[in-house]
């Protein structure tokens, strides 16, 4: 952008704007294209060289990609998930608008291999409950967890789980009534066909994977990891916001 | 593992810390091939499915891989790295173990993009610093950095990184003695040809992406993105330590 831009009127600026605002009110829905700059450029009487200046800065933003051939079209914004102590999936997707849904594929109970008892702090052999669950934003899957919990020290918590379908309940139940996120391991991995499948993506996309341990008064009461679609979902840190008292 | 491992002598279990501590002291060094089956059936004086149960345990955990044919390889262990608001890279990798290295690839002074502006607090046309680097550990790329800097409310600020190469150094010279971390931005991604080139993996290897600003006294003076070597590091972030007084 030359440095003139700023001296003469930026019309292409305005251009955007009003795009901009018009995919945030939903005018333009997410997957939605956007008129052809010829279009464009006829509704607001300016040449398609400024269309195509405004629309650069969208497609910059992030808030719309060109395809070349069948025209400009809106994105679908990540999620901004923060990570926290507390696990709050269902209050974090209320906050950013968006209706959570949560699906348990499978509940297992068996025993624990070395590496599953090292993380709960059992002893290899004792019973562990492991729950494979899909999470959802608006009815589209941005999530697949494994979770491991504890059985043989909460006995009852499989069964607890299976009746409410929810950890949080079933945790009070065997009498787990806090817990908090000790550590969090973040990596990146590529979506196999399972995984892909229960998440709607192709094989080879990018997920954002997360590993942590939640306990409550020093005994961990979860481990677990969580894939998330990482086109769908950012995983937020502010940290001065939980640095303060 | 069958209950019934806990209550026989297990065998494996003592072969499996045996390995675990060879691998551990360096006797087996990343990327090297373990004794064959046979070879340490013959050294433990047990049957190859006692080791290959010992095996089982140690590919479990990471540590190890077996790739059909050709044996078993150590498996470089990621690096631990912490994310925290100040941004400790050196002292991270030393804290490892690891010996930090860090080349600027470039340092360009161009003006702002409107997005650029609008994550630097400037007004787009605004002169900015744009530095990329590529991190090292022991020698192996771990991570390729594209920074923004601005140039125009720090000036002399590029040229005081091209003479120290050092952002620390350079932001102190234009009087920027103390800046902190405010929120970071995590996503996953898959390397392009560029990306890959520079960090010695294949193209489509996943790579984990963070996007993070730092502040003085309230100002923007950083806003950047690093691409980590999925397979090298894995980010850490302990709630916990962090939000103790």
Chains 1, 2 share one sequence.
Not at 138 to 149: G, M
């Amino acid at each position: 952008m030359p440095r003139s831009a700023n001296v003469l009127t930026p019309l292409w600026k305005s251009i955007a704007a009003t795009l901009r605002s018009a995919i945030a009110d939903g005018q333009y829905p997410e997957g939605s294209r956007l008129p052809t700059e010829a279009d464009l450029a006829a509704r607001f009487g300016v040449n398609r060289h400024t269309v195509r200046h405004a629309l650069a800065t969208l497609i910059e933003d992030g808030l719309v990609h060109s395809r070349r051939g069948s025209g400009t079209f809106v994105l679908s914004k990540p999620l901004d998930y923060p990570l926290s102590e507390r696990v709050r999936f269902h209050r974090n997707l209320r906050d950013a608008g968006r209706l959570p849904g949560r699906e348990i594929l499978a509940i297992e109970v068996r025993t624990a291999t070395e590496a599953e008892a090292r993380r709960l702090s059992m002893t290899p052999g004792d019973e562990i409950c492991v729950a494979h669950t899909l999470s959802f934003a608006d009815h589209t899957p941005i999530a697949l967890a494994e979770s491991h919990f504890p059985e043989a020290r909460h006995p009852g918590f499989a069964d607890a789980l299976r009746s409410s379908r929810s950890v949080t309940d079933a945790l009070a139940t065997v009498g787990v009534a806090d817990y908090l996120r000790t550590e969090t391991r973040l990596s990146a991995t590529i979506a196999n066909a399972t995984q892909a499948s229960h998440l709607r993506l192709p094989e080879g996309a990018p997920l954002l994977l997360t590993e942590s341990r939640s306990e409550s008064d020093g005994v961990p009461v979860e481990w677990g990891q969580t894939w998330f679609a990482s086109d769908r979902v950012t995983l937020t840190f502010d940290f001065q916001r939980d640095q303060l008292p």
